[in-house]
């Protein structure tokens, strides 16, 4: 039941990225993982650099996919979202957005700007 876990996630994290596209967003990175936690996506929209959270529900018994995003998961996105500004773009003052895509069902939910970026210290 496990292993079904992550490639049914990485089957939803597909489909969002192809929905994105259709948005006119450019994925740049797939599932990136540091010693902080895991992004889904990075994109790029415009001049942002948009972080996407994808969260999926096959329906609602267990909760809508966009409130899964609690402030915990909101703050390990914003520690590895520095990281990848400092490690791998060398830059942190490029304009960011943190966006959430929930699939429920077979809809898909995109909330730009979804939550603000969390300092940690």
Not at 75 to 95: Q, S
Request: charged share 25%; net charge positive; aromatic share 14%.
């Amino acid at each position: 039941m496990h292993k079904n876990t992550r490639s049914t996630g990485s089957c939803y994290e597909r489909k969002a990225a192809d929905y994105l596209k259709q948005q006119g967003l450019f994925i740049l990175r797939y599932n990136y993982r540091c010693r902080f936690g895991e992004i889904d996506l990075i994109a790029r929209d415009g001049e942002y650099l948009v972080f996407v959270e994808v969260k999926y529900r096959k329906d609602n018994s267990s909760g809508y996919s966009l409130a899964a995003v609690n402030p915990a998961k909101q703050k390990t996105i914003c520690k590895v979202a520095r990281y990848f500004l400092t490690v791998e773009y060398h830059n942190v003052d490029i304009p960011c957005r943190f966006d959430v895509a929930g699939i429920d069902g077979d809809e898909i939910h995109w909330v730009k700007n979804a939550f603000e970026y969390i300092a940690i210290l």
